[in-house]
């Protein structure tokens, strides 16, 4: 079907202008080894650039989102070795990408893997999903931007109850919290579908729109409201310069569904 073969993911095309990635490492409940770590960006570094996806969806099995990083192969690193290779630098490259990516999260996605859905846009959950940050557990601190993300999604208190705890958190929860945008009807592979529509829903837009979108929500993230409402507002005023705000606003008017170009 033209997708790279990986070893420790699956890349499949469920729908039209939607790539899906799967974690593929059960036996490890997906633990985010470093080789699964470099095929996931090489993946969605290339499916960014691929014409043909306007949107991506991440997921694992149903058992397991992932269950954190790799604590076997973690275990005996030293200081040095985290330090000087700057071990899980290399994470946050999934919060560059242009195009959106949906986390469609089923059973546990726990340390690396909370985080690992947190990085993604939208998140939607199966009613098993099972979140937390148990790293205390293991004599350290989420170190793939958990205690920062979590802050943002809901708030210092239940965030730092989550870090210095590590209790586990519900779909329920997750969703009541905003860290989720929707728990979907139980169901096998149920949240993957759902998941997969909405994508389907994103790459029908004009992707110089959509990537404008993403663009100005995240800088809600690193900027003070008034920088943010700026630079929203030059991202808005730049998209008329482009032929789809053309297209969209004409067919409006002409009572005709617009035909998007991306350009
Ligand atoms: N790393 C490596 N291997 C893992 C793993 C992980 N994070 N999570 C699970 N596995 C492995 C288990 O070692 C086990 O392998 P073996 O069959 O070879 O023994 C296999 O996956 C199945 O797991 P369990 O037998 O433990 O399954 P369970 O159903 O009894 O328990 C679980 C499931 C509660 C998720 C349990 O596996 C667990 O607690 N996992 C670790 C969760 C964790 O602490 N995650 C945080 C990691 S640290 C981190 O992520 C740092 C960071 O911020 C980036």
Known sequence: NGNKVYENIIVSRPAEGVALITLNRPKALNALSSPLFKEL???????DKDDSVGALVLTGSDRAFAA????????????????????????????????????????????????L????????????????????????IPGGGGTQRLIHAIGKSRTMELTLTGRNFTAAEAEAWGVVSRVVPEGEGKVVEEAVKMASVIASKSKVAVQAGKEAVNAAYEMTLAEGLRFERRLFHGLFATQDQKEGMSAFAEKRKPTWNHS
Request: with cysteine; hydrophobic share 40%.
């Open 41 to 47: 960006n090489e993946a969605t570094e290339e499916l």
């Open 68 to 115: 954190g990083a790799d604590i076997k192969e973690m275990k005996d690193k030293t200081f040095v070795d985290v330090y000087q290779n700057k071990f899980l630098e290399d994470w946050t490259k999934i919060t560059g990408l242009r195009k959106p990516i949906i986390a469609a999260v089923s059973g546990y996605a726990l340390g690396g893997g909370c985080e």
């Open 117 to 140: 859905a947190l990085m993604c846009d939208i998140i939607l959950a199966s009613p098993t999903a099972v979140f937390g940050q148990p790293e205390i557990n293991l004599g350290v």
